[in-house]
C-alpha cells in the first residue's frame, strides 16, 4: 500500500488540492485520504475505483504496478 499512498499524495498535490479539498470533490472523509496517504489504512475497491476515475489513471497506476 505504500506506492498507493505516494502516488494518491503525488496526483493530489498535481491538481494543487490539499487533504480537505480532495476529500470534498470525491466526497470521502478527509480523516480517510489522510490514513491512507499515510499508510495508516487500506483503501476499499469502490473508493479506489472512484480515485482512479477522478484522476484519468488506471487502478494498476494507483497500486503501483505499472508506471
Do not use: P
Not at 493530489?12 to 478527509?30: F, M
Amino acid at each position: 500500500m505504500e506506492k498507493f499512498a505516494e502516488r494518491l499524495k503525488e496526483l493530489r498535490q498535481e491538481k494543487g488540492l490539499s487533504i480537505q479539498g480532495l476529500a470534498k470533490e470525491v466526497k470521502i472523509s478527509s480523516s480517510s485520504l489522510c490514513r491512507w496517504e499515510n499508510c495508516q489504512a487500506d483503501v476499499k475497491g469502490t473508493q479506489l475505483v472512484m480515485l482512479a476515475e477522478y484522476f484519468g489513471v488506471t487502478i494498476d497506476y494507483l497500486m503501483g504496478l505499472e508506471n
